[in-house]
């Protein structure tokens, strides 16, 4: 294929101290495009997804490891590869990839992260596009559903066991429901959420939807092998589990609960590329995605109210 034009200079969004979006982030017209390590490809971007973890860094709680300011924030991507570092084998220029481009998600993050016209991953942290999905679609998957995985494994989740997912709308939530009844085989999927919610809650696959503004899950007479919880009641969670159950948690340590903060790998979405493909597993766009380049703020606006559901994806990119 004919050599892609790469430009020295790009468009990104940046920012360069810590505080709120709509405070600190900026458009920059003229950022550096990133080196390419021998192990990284150059991914020109189409779409990114933006994660709670993006405006916890920019607000500064995790300066002790965080990269050096100015920066770009993104994790998750969905682009075309345009350049390939020395040791790279499994991508090719023109290969439509996607994923998380943060190896751990608090330690040195990447300064150039996914908002923006290019950014850099390790090509173990990256997957084949699935064919079937658009570049929004993909670029919404890659740290949710990375996580969701993660605590599924961590709490060594089996077919025929029970789960209860806390924040079961959320961005991670949508995929432990999806991956614990359509990939596992769960017996039995609960989950909360608000009033408007549950009929979600069912599409996805949860048995029993619970609304958390009319009734306390842990007075269930009901009782789970699992509980995933992704909003931070890890306290209330371990009153619905039975016996020998298991609690895993992303918010907040517990000296009890399985807490984990993901490493990310590429492979996870390869293995479950093939349920995209099918139909099993779908992803979940927030009603008011995808948001253009140019209102990355309201994008970031609209997670930070807490009130999306699904992701909240940026595209086109630019």
Known sequence: MAAISIPSQMKAWTYSEYGKSKQVLKLNESVALPEVKEDQVLIKVVAASLNPIDYKRMEGYFRNTDS???????????????????????????????????????????????????????????????????????????????????????????????????????????????????????????????????????????????????????????????????????????KALKEGGKVVTIVQPDPQAIFFILTTDGAILEKLNPYFESGKLKPLLDPKSPYPFSQTIEAFSHLESNRATGKVVVYPIP
Do not use: M, W
């Open 68 to 238: 050096p300011l100015p920066t770009v924030p993104g994790y998750d991507v969905a682009g075309v590869v345009v350049k390939l570092g020395s040791e790279v084998k499994k991508f090719k220029v023109g290969d439509e990839v996607y994923g998380d481009i943060n190896v751990k998600a608090l330690e040195c993050p990447k300064v150039i992260g996914s908002l923006a016209e290019y950014t850099t991953a390790e090509e173990r942290l990256l997957a084949h596009k699935p064919q079937n999905l658009s570049y929004a679609e993909a670029a919404s998957l890659p740290l949710a559903l990375e996580t969701a995985y993660e605590g599924l494994e961590r709490a060594e989740f089996s077919a025929g066991k029970s789960i209860l997912v806390l924040g079961g709308a959320g961005g991670v939530g949508t995929h432990v429901i999806q991956l614990a009844k359509h990939v596992y085989g769960a017996s039995k999927v609960a989950a909360t959420a608000s009033t408007r919610k549950l009929e979600l809650l069912r599409n996805l696959g949860a048995d029993l939807p619970i609304d958390y503004t009319k009734e306390n899950f842990e007075n269930l007479p009901e009782k789970f092998d699992v509980v995933f919880d992704a909003v931070g009641q890890t306290e209330q969670a371990f």
